[in-house]
């Protein structure tokens, strides 16, 4: 049921994608620690959290990704895999991207319903508001603007906007609903219908449809490729197929590990595809049909860590906002879950992870949930959704959990049954680690200062003030305290008495996220493998270093 995702992808292509990043600055360590990587950098340059639409950059021949995780537009060098931010947070968060020839950019901002738009040079313009679930994206020759909306927009309207005057013009409404297209050279607007599976032709200045082919599941993608056929993609499988436009004929190409999102083509055919789950954006060569990596990441986001043993061996689990992962201390081999196409699975998503046993549970910010999970079989055993921004978690003594809740400024106890609060009057809580019976540290990150907690009383005792934006804590097997402190960029360590040693510095903490508390993000966490190494897992470009301290 858990796979290693470098084992998929060679059973199904026949060879192992590199998986060597090249490294950005590595952190370093202080009054006498050393830090060496466990997952290393995953991008060169800046890092992609998540990708949602992947488009061509037809002025100057880059891959564009855009991201509603990361609410930025990325660009990427299709010859050096070179990553740089072209839109930042939050401007920049959408569905889908595509670059005009002049060097004006258009993308989709799906969960704010808006239409965004950029000339070469010029500032972010917003073309049209209110427009809900607003998904495909494509421009027309003499730069006007199509797109549409997907899944319960009333009527799902296909419309146009001219940059220059902002007029909107409606295309068609009640139509079959349609997902990432573009136009051909005859001016034709070639796109999928979503749920039934076809190939569509719209002519959008008279709205006359046709049908092309069909027999797809879930059709994400449609591009028209620079040979004279079509590319079509299905997410949920992980299918790429050629389309004879003006046959109908369907030849598969590859099938991907799922889920995949869009597709992009450049001049050479060269089909560009974005994998959400890992941040990864595949190559496919649609005549050899050899599939390389662009970019190749691990995580989606990358959150809070916890070590146990997984069938008898130690493993690691970090939260992941797309569904949470194992890793392999020895080899470091990441593991995410197969997507199913099943909305009872549990999903795992997460910003912060705890493990007992058979069960794991997860808090996740984007979206304001809790769970519990059960590993084996992947089965749901209860949520709550009563705390609206969940950070640090651990299970109790009955499996119940322990949740920092920033922006409710307390510690709550959560089950089955609801939530209650154990603390409160915190100044943004978001770590929390077990600190003998009945007792638990929280970092205050807002306040600045690490707490100890009696959970029979829920009376506060500060034991360190002054930290920088405190994250993740720990305390290790001897008793001492580690806490990150994103404000810093750095690990320290934390004396009884309140003493600040920092052993670690230079990480990238502090990676700003949408639908998440700005101030914060995801916020980074801490683990203890049994041979006593530490690791903290770096929310800034979704690395996990390993951290040797000196003896107490």
Partial sequence: MFMDRAFVVSCLFGFIVATEPTANAAPTGRNGATVTPLVAPQFKGATIYGMNGVGWGKADGMVYVVSDLAGAVYRVDPKTSEVSVAVPFSDGGGDDVIQHSDGALAWTATSEGELRYRKKGGK???????????????????????????????????????PKTKVKRIISTGQEEMNSFSFGPDGLLYGPAIALGKVLQVNVDTNERKTLAE??????????????????????????????????????????????????????????????PDSTVWTVNPDTRAVGALVQGWFSALGGLAIADLNGVETMYAADDNTYRTIDLASAKVTRRHYKNDPAQAGGGSNDIAVKGGLVAVSRLRGGVVQVIQHEGEKLVWESKEIETPYGILFSSDNAVLVADHDGGRIARVDSKGATTVASGLKGPVGLVKDGPGQVLVTERAGGVLTRVDLATGKGERVAKGLNKPEGVIVLADGRIVVVEAGKRRVSLVSRKGKVT??????????????????????????????????VSDDGDSTIWKIALPPG
């Fill in 215 to 276: 027999g797809f599941a879930r059709l994400a993608s449609v591009k028209w490729d620079p040979r004279g056929y079509l590319i079509a993609l299905e997410s949920r499988v992980g299918h790429i197929s050629k389309v004879d436009p003006k046959t109908g004929v369907i030849e598969r190409l590859v099938t991907l590990p799922p889920l995949v999102d869009n597709t992009a083509q450049g001049p050479d055919s060269t089909i560009y595809v974005s994998s959400p």
């Fill in 502 to 535: 920092p052993v670690a510095q230079g990480f990238r903490f502090d990676a700003k996220l949408t639908h998440t508390p700005e101030s914060v993000g995801f916020a980074a966490g801490l683990a203890q493998a049994r041979d006593g190494a530490l690791y």
């Fill in 124 to 162: 972010v313009e917003v073309l049209a508001h209110n427009v809900p679930r607003v998904n495909p994206v494509a421009f027309r020759d003499d730069g006007r603007v199509v797109a549409s909306q997907v899944g319960t927009a009333p009527g799902l309207p296909l419309f146009e906007v001219d």
